[in-house]
């Protein structure tokens, strides 16, 4: 997974056809760890896609992990945008072996001269938003406390307001701090290009309209996909 998607699927195979089934209303806190709701989404997504249930039974025992700290996640999710998970682990080493003490905080990134940043392989432009989120949280202007109470698309609109931050790098938040739910982060080149070698489809639609099935748990049919296409699970 990393960065934006394209409008076509490449990578085709097979998938197994889906069954459909009406879908029950299901209340949640917004602010939850995963573990609270794996197993039920699990069920659930087994229940509704033959693709799904060879994927829950390959990767059991696993499930969606972030950093827990907010910043260090918008942090990581930054550094990996439009670049290779291989790309984006080896710039994200570097530039914690750089800080002092070891870790990514705002203020180590804000103590950090630009040079510095883009010495460990950070483009010009990604040291500008690193540093600038790094004064927002700094500044009070970034709360993730707030988010605990706000929907996703509050939090999406906050977090797109900082420069840098577009709707992948927000979905990101949601999925590894947060762990809402319910996304699905259709910028996801890599959950694009597996989900069309999971289910042989050609365009972005049919991983919309598959993805209803998903609901409520589109966020763990997601990580799912990504589980499938990475050697490791990721985390931001």
Avoid at 86 to 115: D, K, M, N
Wanted: proline share 5%; hydrophobic share 40%.
């Amino acid at each position: 997974m990393r960065g934006m998607a394209t409008n076509s699927f490449s990578q085709k195979s097979h998938g197994g056809p889906a069954r459909w089934h009406t879908l029950l209303p299901i209340v949640y806190s917004p602010f939850v760890d995963c573990r609270g709701y794996w197993e039920e989404a699990c069920a659930h997504l087994v229940e509704k896609d033959d693709v799904m249930a060879r994927l829950v039974a390959r990767h059991r025992g696993e499930q969606l992990r972030g950093s827990g700290d907010a910043f260090r996640t918008l942090a990581n999710a930054i550094v990996g945008q439009q670049i290779s998970v291989v790309a984006a682990e080896r710039i994200w080493s570097r530039l914690q072996s750089i800080q002092q003490p070891p870790g990514i905080e705002a203020l180590h990134i804000l103590e950090t001269t630009p040079a510095q940043l883009r010495a460990v392989g950070l483009s010009g432009r990604k040291v500008e938003y690193l540093q600038g989120i790094a004064r927002a949280f700094r500044d009070g202007e970034i709360d993730p406390e707030r988010w605990k109470t706000m929907s996703d698309d509050e939090v999406r609109s906050e977090l797109i307001a900082l420069r840098g931050v577009g709707p992948w790098t927000a979905d990101m938040m949601l999925i590894f701090y947060l762990h809402r739910p319910d996304v699905l982060p259709l910028e996801d080149i890599g959950l694009i290009n597996s989900a069309a070698r999971l289910y042989g489809w050609d365009t972005v639609s049919a991983l919309r309209d598959q993805a209803e099935l998903w609901r409520p748990w589109r966020t763990v049919a997601t990580w799912y996909i990504w589980r499938d296409l990475d050697a490791e699970p990721v985390i931001y």
